[in-house]
């Protein structure tokens, strides 16, 4: 009972360090100091100061907006036991793009994440073996209008995932194309399917990014692989993906339940300690990288250490004199 209220304080502590949206919505959080943009009428550049007046949007409206947009769903699994969930995009008949209407189911899933504190990790993917084909192309030709408050909502979404104190893992099965692609970079890792495909097809479509994958593969993968993906529009096969660094394992070919097989993947090498250690660490890399300041994200991890250090998990080890053979 003292190590679950301890462990609570710890991960509601690292939350409210973390405050998972602020910075992708803030006034500031806009743009740095040297990113620009295009203006859809006139294809001019728009100075990054111009940028940061953009307006914090009223996630509420849009949601309400998207909802409209019928069709598909996600749907969250959630195991104590493994301390796994299992979030599936859900429209198979169209290769899982995505409605509005998945989009704010998304959304939904997501807060229901943020609030499960017996979770150590997360894999998404899609129903009936392809992750996801980006925008269902149906909602994407009603919703022609609605391009930035749409991305806005993804964003917020996107950065809400990556930021869980949970492991993320995409699996890239399938057709991973345009929007999926982008959707497997708010993951901390990919596992591949050995007959996946993953492609940032957008630039083909007349489209730069949507859902924020060109901050998060930047970020990923520097900005000479993140230009060459993005502005190729290739379509990689798993031995390419693995060697640019956009997935970390790809499945064996002899494979009968990739799903299984991600999940021991995961219990293997990312989930074998305990729940609550693995969440904090989890959010300390997340705020070391949201921090623009060394100073404070060395000032968030010596805070949450601090909870750790003396707990009852570091008692029962030191006690169990453990050797790391
Ligand atoms: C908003 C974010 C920005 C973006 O995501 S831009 C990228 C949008 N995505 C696309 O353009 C993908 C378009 N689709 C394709 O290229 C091909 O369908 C694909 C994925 C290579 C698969 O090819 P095939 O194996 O030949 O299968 P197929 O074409 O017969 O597809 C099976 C059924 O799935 C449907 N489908 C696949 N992706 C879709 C999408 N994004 N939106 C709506 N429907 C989609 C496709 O139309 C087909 O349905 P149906 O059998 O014709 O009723």
């Not at 679950?4 to 998972?20: D, G």
């Not at 949206?21 to 743009?31: E, I, L, M, Q």
């Not at 996107?158 to 345009?178: D, F």
């Not at 997340?286 to 570091?314: C, I, N």
Request: contains cysteine; positive net charge; glycine residues 8%.
């Amino acid at each position: 009972m003292a190590l679950i209220r301890k462990s609570n304080t710890i991960c509601s502590r690292a939350l409210k360090i973390l405050q998972p949206s602020s910075s992708a919505f803030s006034p500031s959080g806009a743009g740095n100091a040297q990113s620009q943009s295009v203006d859809k009428q006139t294809c001019n550049w728009i100075p990054a100061k111009r940028l940061h007046s953009f307006k914090r949007p009223n996630l509420h409206v849009i949601r309400n907006q998207l909802a409209r947009f019928e069709g598909g769903s996600v749907e969250l699994e959630m195991n104590n036991d493994t301390g796994i969930a299992i979030l599936t995009l859900n429209n198979p008949r169209r290769m899982n793009s995505m409605t509005g209407k998945m989009m704010v189911d998304m959304a939904d899933k997501v807060s229901e994440l943020e609030e499960w504190h017996e979770g150590k990790a997360l894999i998404m993917r899609g129903a009936d073996g392809n992750l996801c084909t980006g925008g269902d192309l149906t909602f994407v030709r009603k919703a022609l209008h609605y391009g930035e408050e749409m991305a806005a909502y993804q964003h917020d979404t996107l950065t809400r995932l990556l930021n869980l104190p949970l492991i993320s893992v995409a699996l890239v099965q399938g057709h991973t194309l345009g929007g999926g692609a982008e959707l497997s970079t708010a993951c901390d890792f990919r596992v591949m399917s050995s007959s996946a495909k993953i492609g940032f097809v957008q630039i083909k479509m007349g489209l730069s990014t949507a859902w924020g994958a060109a901050t998060r593969l930047t970020r990923l993968l520097g900005r000479r692989k993140a230009i060459d993906l993005l502005c190729s529009a290739k379509i990689l096969l798993p031995d390419a993906a693995l060697r640019e660094g956009l997935v970390d394992y790809v499945l064996p070919k002899i494979c009968t339940d990739e799903l299984a097989e991600t999940t021991n993947w995961l219990l293997r090498n990312l989930c074998a300690y305990d729940t609550n250690i693995t969440r904090v660490v989890k959010s300390l890399v997340v705020s070391a990288e949201l921090s623009m300041d060394h100073y404070q994200a060395l000032d968030a991890e010596r805070k949450l250490f601090g909870q750790t250090w003396g707990g009852p998990v570091q008692r029962k080890m030191l006690d169990a004199n453990v050797k790391h053979k």
